[in-house]
């Protein structure tokens, strides 16, 4: 009997549907059509782009068992998307894509110089019984170069990750630090050079880890009694990716632990790559000699994106998803939603999803709906003047007596306390913070945080200061 695409499909179904919950099968599997049968080749028919991730991301090792059983071990699977027309015109349109899963970044054996060494060497991630090392480098494949758009709020970093990934360790940019707020993209980019470098030299072992797993990692280190064994896995690595690295502040030992590896991997032409939501001179209790290193290189900032970047970001969201969607709604949700790029994909994210499952048609109304409730969501923010304001105030204060130069004990304590709650409330940098309070620089504010937390913890009548405030602040 002579295969068909229904015979082979139908047969494929047949085996899904014995390994999968039914209601996942009646959601992912049911509207899907086969199409066309040639050599090897099976073509199915699914209803959007999303549809087509979905099944490659969650069920691409089954579909691929499926087909082998079926057509062999050559058998390929293609998919053709029918997508409908969202400006009224009732013809739909299709696209044909090739299931292309990008595996995930392979594990990378390294040989471990044992001369002096345990031959236990233990791998923080692993605990390997042979001496060959597989160390995964733990990087999201997802996060790639080719889907971080660049714009003028991210081009410097963005431009200094590729001159990275280009010439590992052979660039000025070592470290390379990229600090900015949240859900500016400093993790995606940080991937984004791991994988490149992956792409270009696969030779070479690329390891990314949060600050806080590795500080975890250290104090197991430490309680196992095998400190050196840790310090020695990380001199291992060639292109060294930590993220979020104020979270060392006030760990002196893993501070110190870093600080030996840093300058190996430097001394030796290896990559250091960080991420952090401070720049260097506003890291509290990291020791001077690990910040005066975080400066050798360059520490690139990821700003907020501008308009014409947000279009591109949604534009390009879209057509990742296969959706066509109006400029006016586009433009409506770049305009509303401006803090950072993780909010926008939220939103055009949570826009596609009402219009597909509830099959509504995407409007302005639907988007204002949608765009309301991630805006709600956003705390409001409260500027350094408001806040000077405020502290003015329950002083019984006038605005110039708190900027003065004065050196009266309440007016110094009320001086401190908006410092230290412009520090806690805003974005801003310290030296922006003292040069709108009473033109003091950087070092000025970051005594008079540290002078506000001492107080709080000796001295009461300081304390329901710093609480009044606080829900002043936050009403």
């Known amino acids: 009997m002579n295969k068909t695409a229904q015979s082979v499909w139908e047969n ?17 599997f049911e509207p899907i059509k086969s199409v ?13 782009k999303f549809f087509y991730e979905w099944l490659e991301e969650h069920y691409v090792k089954l579909l691929k068992v499926a087909l082998t059983k079926e057509l062999g071990k050559n058998a390929k699977l293609l998919y053709k998307i029918k997508m409908e027309n969202t400006y009224g015109n009732k013809q739909p349109f299709t696209e044909q894509l090739p299931s292309a899963n990008r595996g995930p970044v392979k594990a990378q054996e390294v040989d471990a110089p044992f001369k002096n060494l345990s031959p236990e060497l233990k791998n923080p991630f692993v605990i390997p019984g042979i001496r060959n090392l597989k160390i995964e480098s733990q990087l999201n494949a997802n996060y790639s170069f080719d889907n971080f758009l660049e714009g003028d709020s991210n081009r410097l970093a963005r431009s200094a990750g590729m001159a990275v990934a280009n010439k590992p360790g052979g660039t000025s940019f070592n470290p390379l630090l990229i600090f900015g707020g949240v859900g ?43 400190r050196n064994d840790f310090i020695h896995f990380y001199q291992l690595i060639d292109v060294l990716i930590i993220d979020d690295v104020q979270f060392l502040s006030g760990k002196s030992g893993t501070q110190d632990v870093f600080f030996h590896i840093f300058n190996y991997l430097h001394q030796n032409g290896k990559q250091v790559i960080l991420t952090s939501d401070k720049a260097p001179v506003d890291m509290q209790d990291i020791e001077q000699r690990l910040l005066s290193r975080f400066k050798w290189g360059l520490s690139a900032e990821l700003h907020q994106p501008d308009y ?37 994909e939220g939103a055009i994210i949570s826009l596609i999803a009402q219009s597909s499952f509830n099959k509504k048609e995407v409007t302005i109304e639907l988007a204002k709906s949608v765009v309301e409730k991630f805006v709600k969501n956003v705390k409001r923010e409260i500027s350094i003047d408001y806040i000077q304001k405020i502290v003015s105030d329950y002083f019984q204060l006038d605005l110039e007596t708190l900027q ?25 940098s310290l030296a922006n ?16 945080c540290k002078t506000v937390d001492n107080l709080v913890a000796t001295d009461k009548q300081f304390k329901k200061y710093v609480e009044d405030i606080n829900s002043k602040l936050t009403l």
């Open 12 to 28: 494929c179904l047949s085996f899904i549907k014995d390994n999968i919950q039914d209601q996942a099968y009646k959601t992912w």
């Open 36 to 48: 066309e049968l040639t050599d090897n080749a099976l073509y199915i028919q699914v209803p959007s």
């Open 184 to 226: 500016l993209g400093k993790t995606h980019l940080a991937h984004a050079i791991g994988v490149e470098i992956k792409d270009k030299f696969p030779e070479k072992t690329v390891l990314y880890i949060s600050a806080e797993i590795f500080t975890q990692q250290y104090i197991d280190s430490v309680k196992k009694n095998n």
């Open 308 to 344: 014409e970047t947000r279009i591109s970001i949604l534009k390009n969201i879209l057509y990742r998803d296969g959706v066509e969607m109006p400029d006016e709604i586009i433009e409506y949700v770049a305009r509303n939603i401006k803090s950072n790029v993780r909010e926008l």
């Open 404 to 428: 003065s130069k004065t050196r009266k004990r309440h007016v110094v304590q009320a001086r401190q306390l908006a410092m230290f709650f412009a520090k806690k409330f805003t974005k801003a």
């Open 433 to 448: 913070i003292g040069s709108q309070i009473g033109d003091r620089d950087h070092a000025t504010v970051l005594h008079a």
